[in-house]
């Protein structure tokens, strides 16, 4: 079979954009795929973000203006990495193009600007998009989804997802736009992370019929670039408690994003308990997944059990990496693309797939359904 190159193009070159471009150059770990990228031009507002991409002999075109990558006809696909309040026009625009994009989360930096971009999408049904969305390509996160829909845990007892770090832990780190809402949006941490801890949820049909946010604004001023302390008014941390149906069992749902969630760096965590089973999940121990049982002990009788298992490094598509060892958050990125690139291709299957615009908006629907519940003190339908 021979794969199907398709040249992609990254408007933003700041962390993500960086680690997109890594991703791609790791394209031959992955078994017989389909389509083989190839990364040919990089836009950043600022050229010495740009520097870095020089590294990659692919690319050829460095700009500081996106509309000429999408006047570009040999560029297929487009991943953009922004801040939230460009989403929309950025979006917008590479849909018009007909190109394909890979958008970053929320999708827009409200729900008007997410249902913008759906119009422009159903006026181009030949662009393809999707939202980026890596940590369930974690082995164990995979593991853990396919259990659930197993029909393993029987009865639900309840289901718990989230993302956690403690980046803003210092409370002298300067202000940036992910810590004002004119940027970042007023659902503040939620629109930052929330894709992570909804992405799994929505996927397995868990869409909240209510919702109640308890929400937290830590940190209310941070130094400005002259060091007086200036408004830093999004939400540090959103716990958000749902009423969602699994089977059409009613169980309580539990979300959480947090920047300041001391001792955490980067963690991931996804658990479901039934009164038949129950598999936990975390990326602190991405070897690790837990998996609750009754069981006849010798010697002991019957018991509650949570027995681990190890899992090794195969995601959704197949890799030539050992299946004995362990797996990352650049391996979860190259799965992420992997699948993304698949369904364009129309070679995925029934594979777990990147996350949907329809998923990203509905988001934004429980984002403010959890703000208007703090505000209100009462449990809110999206």
Known sequence: MTAETVNVAIVGGGLMGREIAAAIQRWPALIDHPVRPRLTA??????????????????????????????????????????????????????????????????????????????????????????SSEMPFFPGAQLAIDYVKSGALGTIVSARNSFLHSSDLDVNKPINWKRQVEFCGEAGVMNDLGMHTWHVPLRLGWVPETVYGVLQNLVPTRPGPDGSPVPCDTWDNATLHSWARHEGQLFPLTTETKRIDPGQKNTWEFEAIGLDGGVRFSTKNPKTVSVFTVTDVPGGGREQVWQQIDVGSQSVWPTVTGGIFESGFSDSILQMWAVFLAERHGSLGDRFGAARPSEAALTHAIYRAAATSHAEGRAVAP
């Not at 075109?61 to 950025?90: F, G, N, P, Q």
Request: proline fraction near 3%; hydrophobic fraction near 50%; charged fraction near 25%.
């Open 42 to 131: 990089v836009c950043d507002i600022n050229p010495a973000a740009m520097e870095w991409f020089d590294e990659i002999d692919t690319v050829v075109t460095k700009t500081t203006d996106y509309h000429e990558l999408l006047a570009d006809d040999s560029i297929d696909v487009v991943y953009v990495a922004v801040r939230h309040d460009l989403h929309e026009a950025i979006y917008r625009d590479v849909i018009a193009s007909g190109k394909s994009l890979l958008a970053e989360k929320p999708f827009g930096i409200d729900g008007a600007a997410a249902q913008a971009v759906l119009a422009a999408m159903a006026e181009h049904p030949e662009a393809f998009v999707r939202v």
